[in-house]
């Protein structure tokens, strides 16, 4: 199984976070399958590739706390699909999606 995960820190978090998630994951041609304030999980559209190269993309909004006033966005890509080679479909997907919510926060 190919599992690719970023990590980023964000100085502050905006109400609008999530809903900024949600609309850079729909423009990157994924549907959403489950939406939280703070987790969302969607899924690549079938069709494209074999089923067993279909990504499944996880957000994670962790918000701040007392301690820390940062929050931190977990994002986890990952499908059915052996990494064999360095180019995979998942880690394409994975850089696109990447920089997509990168660009957001």
Do not use: W
């Amino acid at each position: 199984m190919a599992r690719y995960t970023h990590f980023l820190t964000l100085s502050e978090a905006t109400p609008s976070l999530g809903h900024s998630i949600v609309k850079t994951l729909e423009a990157c041609g994924l549907n959403l399958v489950y939406a939280n304030n703070d987790y969302f999980v969607a899924k690549e559209k079938p069709g494209q590739v074999s089923l067993s190269q279909l990504t499944t993309i996880e957000v994670l909004i962790s918000q701040p706390t007392c301690a820390m006033n940062a929050a931190k966005v977990n994002l986890v890509v990952k499908n059915e699909e052996l990494p064999l080679k360095r180019d995979n479909h998942c880690q394409r997907v994975f850089e696109a999606v990447s920089q997509a919510i990168g660009a957001v926060v």
